[in-house]
């Protein structure tokens, strides 16, 4: 059945490179789409995952970690007193406005934190150069090398700026340590008060962790029922909570969904309308099977096998060229991968295309009779 089919698709080149073309087409489409997609919304829960805290301790309305509100620095004092609790920080995040070396200006979002836990912010794999001991110098604060262009085009160590016309300087260098839509920018927590000009009796979150990672849940329902006005929150449900609200009001989910929905269409009626054109070239030879005894389940199997080759091969080389333009972005920071589980369920769906744009011509060759053959 494999040599047939195979000997079908040579001899129609034109077409059978058409089919294969649309496929690639629906399989980079997707693949694109969803490349970015993923990327997107793993920023958009990141601060929640990436700094290393079991809990996140928050204003009560918040659901979504890139808007904090403010909480009073007694709340830290009560969290700590709370059982299961091994330690218990306060961080400040706060959005301020810079001007550069180069003449240009932006917005950056500042983290503040205590000395002890800056490592809990910016893991050692993420420091590109410079020490974080540094931060503690007066002025000091983080830049990310994905944003430098919104950085002054200059994050070199030691480069001047001025946060909210007060002076500042770059002494670390991170790399994928960022936000949705903003730079992320580390100091010291007395830094971004002074840089922000917050009051010393607030802070933004309280990060927790506990003793035993098995009593997580335990000491979420302790804080919440003895402590009012705050709610906490496990890191990685923070984290889905802000993608959730942001893909609920920003409409990425639909703008991605719609073309990804568009790859579709187009791969099948592509796919479709080419054998469905290749069969009506290939009549005569199907009927001439017919006449020498093939069943129509024969036929259909011939022409599903086909479908399947043209998948495989169309899928490859779609997910040849998917995996040039993901290591082409990724130098500008659009980093993103797709899991097996994920490859699998793209070639399901291509496969179902192809198999599903078989069966136009499918509905037309079971039609044709033996005896058209010798007309």
């Known amino acids: 059945m494999l040599k047939i089919a195979w000997k079908f698709i040579k001899f129609d080149k034109a077409k059978s490179i ?16 969803l490349g970015v997609f993923f990327f997107l919304s793993g920023l958009m829960g990141a601060l929640a995952t990436d700094v290393k805290a079991d ?7 918040t659901d979504d970690v890139n808007q904090l509100g403010r909480l009073d620095i007694r709340n830290l004092r009560a969290v700590q007193g709370i059982n299961g609790v091994k330690e218990a920080f306060p961080l400040i995040i706060t959005g301020a406005s810079c001007n550069f070396e180069n003449g240009t200006s932006g917005v950056i979002t500042l ?11 910016i893991s050692k794999d993420k420091i590109m150069a410079g020490n974080v001991s540094d931060l503690q110098l007066d002025g000091a604060i983080s830049a990310e090398f994905y944003q430098k262009k919104n950085l002054g085009g200059n994050i070199d160590l030691r480069t001047n700026l001025e946060i909210n016309g007060k002076r500042a300087f770059f002494v670390l260098q991170t790399k994928g340590f960022r936000g949705f839509g903003s730079s992320f920018c580390v100091t010291t927590i007395e830094r971004a008060r ?5 009051s010393v009796n607030t802070i933004n979150a309280v990060l927790v962790n506990v003793k035993n990672l098995s009593n997580i849940d335990k000491v979420v329902l302790d804080i919440n029922k003895n402590i009012n006005g705050i709610r906490a929150w496990p890191s990685r449900t923070l ?9 609920a009001t920003s409409g990425i989910a639909l703008s991605t969904g719609t073309l990804i929905i568009f790859a579709l269409i187009a791969g099948f009626f592509i796919i479709g309308l080419t054998m469905y054109s290749s069969a009506l070239d290939r009549l005569k030879d199907y009927g001439t099977l017919k006449a020498i005894g093939a069943s129509n389940k024969y036929i259909s199997k011939l022409i599903l096998t086909q479908a399947m080759l043209f998948t495989i091969v169309g899928f490859l080389i779609g997910l040849a060229l ?3 333009f993901r290591i082409g972005v990724a130098k500008s920071g659009l ?11 793209m070639f399901v769906i291509i496969s179902l295309i192809s198999l599903s744009g078989a069966s136009f011509a499918l509905s037309r060759i079971r039609s044709v009779e033996p005896a058209a053959v010798f007309s």
């Open 335 to 345: 980093i993103f991968s797709f899991s097996p589980l994920v490859l699998f369920i």
């Open 111 to 121: 983290l503040g934190v205590d000395d002890k836990h800056v490592k809990a912010l």
């Open 18 to 33: 058409g089919v294969i073309v649309g496929i690639l087409i629906s399989t980079f489409l997707i693949g694109q789409q």
């Open 322 to 324: 998917l995996e040039g």
């Open 239 to 247: 984290a889905t909570s802000s993608k959730i609200k942001i893909l």
């Open 55 to 61: 809990i996140w301790v928050v204003d009560s309305k």
């Open 194 to 198: 002074f840089f922000s000009n917050q």
